[in-house]
């Protein structure tokens, strides 16, 4: 099955600095990798998302990249607000779907004022 | 438009007291659904998910069971709880065979006390 790696556990910046967070997967047939984000308490939600055949995705200050090579994918937040203080999950889908994501440990990202 | 909708939103029970939580999605057919349980911490281990009404596929062996009596309702159940079933539960959907996102319930946080 597939194994996600997710790094940092805990990233700490200051407001307006970028955060980046990096994952990366065991299946070569993973072809979707979504991220949620998780504030105290919350659901997850879905805040973007990129697909195989995409090596770039962006969404104003949030930005997605994928090397299907080296399997690795990451999330960048530019010019970080205090509302991005949450966890971050990423994931991968593998085996048609139907088992459901793979999810990496999560990191805490915290925006210093 | 689609929704989730996941309750009780909290629930305290005793040691060996049962569990039923539910989980129904509107707006939608056939969708695959799962459990997640994320405990005392930021990881999201998945608990059970079914591709279709009477199909129900156990992740992690333990004292818990799921049922999905109609194709939009998915139950989550225990005959006895133990202080390990502590934790916050979410119920999730995605398409059919896709590539495409999860979409989480509101949680249920559980005290097993």
């Known amino acids: ?113 | 438009s689609q929704t989730i909708h996941q309750w009780p939103a909290t629930l305290v029970q005793p040691v060996g007291s049962p569990l039923s939580l539910e989980c129904t999605v509107e707006g939608t057919s056939n969708p695959n659904l799962y459990w997640y349980r994320q405990a005392a911490g930021r990881g999201l281990q998945l608990l059970f998910y079914s591709i279709g009404i009477g199909q129900i596929s156990s992740e992690v062996p333990q004292n818990l069971s799921a049922s999905r009596p109609q194709d939009r309702q998915f139950i989550l159940s225990s005959k006895k709880l133990l202080l390990s079933d502590s934790g916050f539960y979410l119920c999730a959907w995605s398409v059919e065979w896709g590539e495409e996102p999860l979409h989480f319930g509101n949680g249920t946080r559980l005290t097993v006390t």
């Open chain 1, 1 to 113: 099955g597939e194994n996600v790696e997710q790094h940092p556990s805990t990233l700490s910046v200051q407001e307006g600095d970028s955060a980046v967070i990096k994952c990366t997967y065991s299946d070569s047939a993973s072809n979707y990798f979504p991220w949620y984000k998780q504030e105290l308490g919350k659901r997850p939600q879905l805040i973007i998302d990129i697909r195989s055949n995409v090596g770039e995705k962006k969404d104003q200050r949030i930005a997605v990249t994928l090397n299907k090579t080296a399997k690795h994918f990451s999330l960048h937040i530019t010019e970080t607000q205090p509302e991005d203080s949450a966890v971050y999950f990423c994931a991968a889908i593998s085996g048609g779907g139907a088992d459901g994501l793979t999810f990496g440990k999560g990191t805490h990202l915290i925006i210093q004022p």
